[in-house]
């Protein structure tokens, strides 16, 4: 059973995530909290954990330590939009097994997880990509929000035209 637990204060990210890592074999749970995330480990044991590195208030970096004492053999991916070889090699220090950049797709995420374990490897390659679910989550935003654009960059923490530019590309 490959269980996993995805960590991400991203609601509609960690959904998307969840439902295309399920149509790969992986049975997903969702935290969007530290404590949240901690709860799920302990209650469920994850194999696997797919953990992004800013948490609202709180950094995924500072979970995994927490997650390796209460899951010492589970293997844990850190996600982050932020990367950089500073905090790359403080993952892999604190225990994390690999670590990803944003934007990923699923079968990024997938081998990551899986790591050597390629007896569990059944890769889908027509998922769609993580920018058509950047995509899909912007439409999602937008037509939430009206179709007002200036709200809608303002609840996602971008600027107008970054929102307005990343609507115009739709991935294929």
Same mark, same amino acid.
């Given at each position: ?23 790969? %074999? ?9 404590? =949240? ?18 948490? =609202? ?68 390659? =027509?998922?769609?990509?993580?920018? =058509? ?23 996602? %923490? ?15």
């Amino acid at each position: 059973m490959m269980r996993l637990l995805i960590v991400d204060d991203d609601v509609a990210f960690a959904n998307a995530m969840s439902r295309r890592l399920s149509r790969l %074999g992986f049975d997903c749970a969702i935290a969007h909290t530290v404590s =949240e995330a901690l709860l799920v480990a302990r209650r469920l044991e994850p194999t696997y954990v797919l953990l992004d590195m800013n948490l =609202e208030s709180e950094t995924g970096i500072d979970l995994i330590k927490p997650l390796k004492s209460i899951l010492p053999i589970t293997r844990i991916v850190l996600l982050t939009g932020y990367a950089s070889i500073a905090t790359a090699v403080e993952a892999i220090r604190r225990g994390a097994d690999d670590y990803l950049a944003k934007p990923a797709d699923t079968n990024q995420v997938a081998k990551a997880l899986l790591g050597n374990n390629a007896d569990h490897a059944v890769i889908i390659n =027509e998922l769609p990509s993580v920018k =058509e679910l950047e995509w899909q989550h912007l439409q999602q935003a937008l037509k939430s929000n009206n179709g007002n654009v200036s709200l809608t960059a303002r609840q996602l %923490g971008m600027h107008r035209r970054t929102l307005q530019r990343k609507l115009q590309k739709r991935p294929l």
